[in-house]
Nanobody
């Protein structure tokens, strides 16, 4: 059974940092793009960041550019999201996602991803 399991969420204050992890099991995604999405209460799921299979390229939504960094450790089958200078508007459930394809047309489109984690809550207080 293929699983993506996120961890690292929590309650922090504005300006703090968190690092999310996403561990894959059941198959490897070393040759597949992966990404992070988030969903705040009452809002649609939103793209946060994505990384190509070889980590050669990364993509970010404008609102996190310069504050968040996506990375991957293919030896550990793990995806990361380093979040710095957190803001209350970053509060959401964060989801890890992986595609079954090697290359994507739109890395910010959730329909391009085939596997999803259960999500981890990030709450940023002001």
């Amino acid at each position: 059974q293929v699983q993506l399991v996120e961890s690292g969420g929590g309650l922090v204050q504005a300006g703090d940092s968190l690092r999310l992890s996403c561990a894959a099991s059941g198959r490897t995604f070393n040759n597949n793009p992966m990404g992070w999405f988030r969903q705040a209460p009452g809002k649609e799921r939103e793209f946060v960041a994505a990384i190509t299979w070889d980590a050669g390229s990364t993509f970010y939504v404008d609102s996190v550019e310069g504050r968040f960094t996506i990375s991957r450790d293919n030896a550990k089958d793990t995806l990361y999201l380093q979040m710095n200078s957190l803001k209350p508007e970053d509060t959401a459930v964060y989801y890890c996602a992986a595609s079954g394809r090697r290359y994507l047309i739109k890395y910010d489109d959730p329909s391009e991803y085939d596997y999803w984690g259960q999500g981890t809550q990030v709450t940023v207080s002001s």
